[in-house]
């Protein structure tokens, strides 16, 4: 199966959005969850959005609800990340992974990653 692979990091002032995108490859959401993960320089890469198999149900971490919206097109094979009024504290290198689960499963299958910079 082909590896997943992001795109539409950038730079962005503050209170701007972006639109990140995972071409999931062969990780499609008709058998995958797609979790979006972010790493800041110095610090631990979290958790940041997930949607389970289908499409069924998203999550948040509590720093991006109500900022942060994860979707999948209609076939499954790209999931985006809108994300809008960013805060520096959001800048980092923004991942995303396939797993069988939001939790309880690890992700196992990633992409190269997506620069995210806000900064006036």
């Known amino acids: 199966q082909s590896q997943l692979a992001e795109s539409g990091g950038g730079l962005v002032q503050p209170g701007g959005s972006l639109r990140l995108s995972c071409d999931a490859g062969g990780y499609t959401l008709d058998y995958y969850a797609i979790g979006w993960f972010r790493q800041a320089p110095g610090k631990e890469r979290e958790g940041v959005s997930c949607?389970?198999?289908?499409?069924?149900?998203?999550t948040y971490a509590d720093s991006v609800k109500g900022r942060f919206t994860i979707s999948g097109d209609s076939a499954g094979n790209t999931v985006y990340l809108q994300m809008n009024n960013l805060k520096p504290e959001d800048t980092g290198v923004y991942y995303c992974?396939?797993?069988?689960?939001?939790?309880?499963?690890?992700?196992?299958?990633w992409g190269q990653g997506t620069q995210v910079t806000v900064s006036s």
């Open positions: 949607i389970t198999r289908n499409g069924g149900t998203t």
């Open positions: 992974a396939a797993a069988w689960y939001c939790s309880g499963s690890e992700f196992h299958y």
